[in-house]
């Protein structure tokens, strides 16, 4: 994802504010609308709102009881992260109590959730105060249709017209015509129809008999120019929301253990990632994270399906679907676009399509493009659909057309980045923050650049493409591309191996001189099999060592390295999705015990985490015990490639290895974590038909049924 300030001189920033971190606002999220909401369910302040298409359609909605906001009596997410439930009380408006000055005899419950682009709210209020009280509701509300950036701090001169509310008895439309011409509207409807309706507040006034209780439902639809305006009442959305993620559900594998806490953090994993999936024209498609962040990213994207496609493969089909359909077919240096290139992000709000920030859609990432082949391979691997991979094969050889030329402008051999406008991100790995790719001395490297992860990830785009010419009968194509992947392994070593470090140098600078940097790129090398075996065993010791391993999961850069800083964004954190590839890499030169390490410190993670929710990233400080990791106080969460995390571990300790054409799943020696002696997995989908495992630790190994 785009980080906090990736752009040099001019900066278009979408992360949290630090100073604010500890308010930790509820955040819900259905398709393209996100809510970001206070305690009690209000929105009134700095960047709360219902966001729609990177535009806050709903800017304030408070509830007020007799004139003033109700107290806090508790709030939480529900499990599945849907609603949002907050119960609040008020004194009786009467003034006869005798219960004390903090009274409470008036209840109000407040459960929200989005569905559709709208947000919903239900009211229920109670009395439980002995005498009959007379109520008067106030909700109330504003939109200012500010741009996402521009909510986030980035200035603008000038704004778009907002139109005057029109109002009926039920219901008020709120407009704004943008620069762009798109007029953007929200409509709040409200049942039952209050006594009294204006531009900023709606009232209702109430008498509540001893006991009694009354609800009333808030909708609020979010729409541009000729969007349809139907809101679908409170009990019917939230039926219809609950379907969708029970079919979500149904199309991945489940996986029980017997252990709770592993299976509250595996199911907080399988949650946070149905609440970041996203239904567009193409397919599912996870969303990289929420708030700032809830928007199609290419290599999250990819990222993400890679991690679960043992259990959901429907997830890659989905993403590649989309990334095909947005590949770009053209240069365009304003968005470092080149032909046959995978998309970094698009955006759809006013500032995007005006041009005010370069992200409408952006192209500058220079791992997604392979990550993409790499992720049609793996997905014709674990399904043996062939006539998707035939439907997308001339995206695939696009992509491969883009390495093999713009990729690699020089023509050495190796992919390089090197931003095409000032306004683009400097650093176009994932590791994009500004000080993220240095020499040994500290300097920071000058481009182009060619990353260590990155040609390891053409390694295996070339490969997988070999696969899947072959069984699309192309057996020149498949010879050609095995080929080509061999010589990179070999310019590889050559280049990238520091014999002195025993380790993989981080990156070739645009003099072709190596940062000969301890950083965990080295471990992607294992994720895709560049790494000759005899390196890996050293690249595999030395990831797993104190320098590196934390003991809450590897660091992104070994200690002791010059610009480590345990709680800096890229040079000495830890994220849990780089631990992810890098478990799976380790799995795959057949050090499975250490990917069954890193499981278990990620779940140690999980367990101080917030709802046993990992984050983008933590701090890198040592392991100690009865102390929890230390938080980076902006990282998001929840966010899908950290979400995919512990599935993708699971999947690095378990060796299953998928036959499509037999429609058989084998075994390669498993190793359970630590904490799971039994595990089960169900509903696992392979050649039409279901399968289902089981893994028990006996004191000779591991038994599979």
């Known amino acids: 994802m785009t980080n906090p300030n990736p752009l040099g001189d001019q900066t278009f920033p979408v992360a949290a504010d630090a100073i604010h971190a500890e308010d930790r606002p509820y ?26 298409h990177d535009t806050r359609h709903l800017s304030r909605l408070t509830v007020t009881l007799n004139g003033a906001r109700p107290r806090l009596l508790s709030g939480a ?34 459960e929200t959730f989005l569905w559709h682009g709208t947000r919903h709210d239900a009211l229920t209020l109670g009395n439980w105060s002995r005498t009959p009280q007379t109520l008067t509701i106030g909700i109330g509300f504003a939109a200012d249709f500010a741009d996402l950036f521009e909510v986030r701090g980035t200035k603008r001169a000038r704004h778009g017209i907002l139109e005057a509310p029109s109002t009926t008895a039920h219901c008020v439309t709120l407009a704004c015509r943008g620069l762009d011409d798109v007029r953007r509207w929200t409509r709040l409807d409200f049942d039952p129809k209050p006594a009294r309706i204006g531009v900023d507040e709606a009232q209702y006034n109430l008498t509540l008999a001893p006991g009694a209780t009354a609800r009333i439902a808030i909708a609020a639809q979010c729409g541009a120019d000729d969007d349809q305006a139907s809101i679908e009442n409170y009990r019917a959305a939230r039926k219809a929301a609950a379907h969708g993620r029970r079919a979500l559900r149904r199309q991945a594998a489940s996986v029980i253990t017997g252990n709770a806490l592993v299976n509250t953090a595996l199911l907080r994993a399988r949650d946070d990632l149905i609440m970041l999936t996203t239904a567009t024209e193409h397919g599912p498609y996870p969303y990289a994270g ?141 590791k994009d923050s500004r000080d993220s790719i240095f020499h040994a001395d500290g300097t920071l490297a000058t481009g182009p650049i060619a990353l260590c992860e990155v040609q390891a990830y053409v390694y295996g785009a070339k490969n997988a493409a070999a696969g899947m010419a072959a069984a699309l009968g192309d057996a020149d194509r498949a010879t050609s591309l095995a080929s080509q992947a061999a010589g990179l392994r070999a310019r590889f070593d050559a280049g990238f191996w520091d014999d002195e470090r025993q380790f993989y140098v981080l990156a070739l600078d645009g003099a072709k001189r190596p940062c000969r940097v301890l950083a965990s790129n080295a471990g992607h090398a294992l994720f895709t099999g560049i790494a000759l075996p005899g390196r890996a065993e050293a690249v595999a010791t030395r990831l ?162």
């Open 77 to 110: 997410m529900s499990t599945d992260n849907a609603t949002l439930v907050c119960d609040l009380a008020a004194a009786a408006p009467d003034g006869v109590t005798d219960m004390g000055d903090d009274a409470n005899e008036i209840s109000l419950r407040r």
């Open 290 to 430: 929420v708030p700032w962040f809830s928007t199609a990213f290419g290599r999250d994207a990819i990222i993400t399906a890679l991690q679960v496609l043992w259990l959901a493969p429907d997830l890659a089909r989905g993403v590649l679907s989309f990334l095909a359909a947005n590949q770009a077919t053209t240069t365009d240096a304003s968005a470092d676009a080149e032909p046959g290139k995978i998309l970094h992000e698009c955006r759809d709000g006013e500032m995007a399509r005006l041009g005010e920030v370069p992200f409408r859609r952006y192209y500058g990432s220079v791992d997604a493009t392979p990550l993409f082949v790499m992720l049609a391979g793996a997905y014709h691997a674990r399904t043996g659909d062939t006539a998707f991979i035939r439907g997308i094969w001339p995206n695939i050889e696009a992509a491969l057309g883009w390495i093999d030329g713009p990729g690699d402008e020089d023509g050495d051999g190796f992919v390089e980045y090197g931003r095409k406008t000032g306004h683009g991100l400097a650093n176009q790995g994932w």
């Open 544 to 705: 797993m060592g104190p320098d590196f391993f934390s003991g809450w999961g590897i660091r992104t850069l070994a200690r002791g390295q010059p610009r480590f800083n345990p709680m800096s964004y890229h040079n000495g954190s830890v994220w849990p999705h780089d631990n992810a590839l890098i478990g799976l890499g380790l799995a795959r030169y057949g050090y499975r015990a250490s990917a069954a390490r890193l499981f278990d410190a990620m779940l140690a993670t999980s367990t101080w985490a917030e709802r046993y929710r990992l984050p983008e990233l933590f701090c890198g400080f040592p392991r100690k015990p009865n102390h929890a990791p230390t938080a980076y106080p902006v990282a998001c969460a929840p966010q899908a490639w950290a979400a995919g995390t512990l599935p993708a571990l699971l999947d690095a300790c378990l060796g299953i290895m998928f036959d499509p054409a037999s429609g058989r799943a084998n075994v390669d020696r498993p190793v359970l974590p630590a904490g799971i002696d039994r595990l089960i997995i169900e509903n696992l989908g392979l050649a039409g038909q279901k399968v289902a495992l089981s893994f028990t630790r006996t004191q000779g190994g591991v038994i599979v049924g």
């Open 27 to 52: 955040t819900l999220k259905s398709d393209d609308c996100f809510a970001i909401l206070g305690i009690t369910g209000d929105m009134s302040a700095g960047s709360e709102g219902v966001y729609f």
